[in-house]
């Protein structure tokens, strides 16, 4: 089994219920390893910290290779696509780019999900999101969605 795989393996099942694995990634050829966990309420240092000391232990315990690894944990970042629905429903209220597959974008702001799609407010020019129009977008369709930054 190879680092990666053993990684993604000991952080789903480590992760207390509220909390879940986004993704282990390690960049082509690079020496860092970085576990991006989520939770239903978001996730705090405490968590990140926690799941690095138990997977630390574990890796100190087997030997894969020669090679030493820089490793972090952390939350995805507010900068970073959602990659699960599981993370889609903290962001309830909250204005999102959605890109879909076709290439088009639509921004709107994030009001209802279900097994299916999600359904978008979209924002009049005039008027905000006062009286917005609905928008209903399927799983399928959606390529990458971005939370907007605000600074209101």
């Known amino acids: 089994m190879d680092i990666i795989t053993q990684i993604t393996q000991w952080a789903n099942e480590m992760l207390p219920p509220h909390l879940f694995l986004v993704e282990v990634e390690q960049?082509?050829?690079a020496k860092k390893i970085a576990v991006h966990i989520d939770g239903d309420t978001g996730v705090n240092i405490e968590?990140?910290?926690?799941?690095?000391?138990?997977?630390n232990t574990k890796l100190d315990e087997l030997d894969f290779g020669n090679e030493a690894y820089y490793f972090e944990v952390s939350s995805p970042g507010v900068e970073r696509p959602?990659?699960?629905?599981?993370?889609?429903?903290?962001?309830?209220?909250?204005?999102?780019?959605?890109?879909?597959?076709?290439?088009?974008?639509i921004l709107g702001k994030l009001h209802l999900i279900n097994d299916?799609?999600?359904?978008?407010?979209?924002?009049?020019?005039?008027?905000?999101y006062k009286d917005a129009t609905e928008k209903e977008i399927a799983f399928a369709e959606i390529?990458?969605?971005?939370v907007q930054i605000s600074f209101k």
């Open 27 to 29: 960049k082509q050829g």
């Open 47 to 55: 968590d990140c910290r926690a799941l690095s000391k138990a997977i």
């Open 82 to 105: 959602l990659k699960l629905v599981r993370q889609y429903t903290q962001h309830l209220g909250r204005e999102v780019l959605v890109k879909l597959i076709g290439g088009n974008e």
């Open 116 to 128: 299916k799609n999600i359904i978008l407010l979209l924002k009049d020019k005039k008027k905000g």
């Open 143 to 146: 390529a990458q969605i971005i």
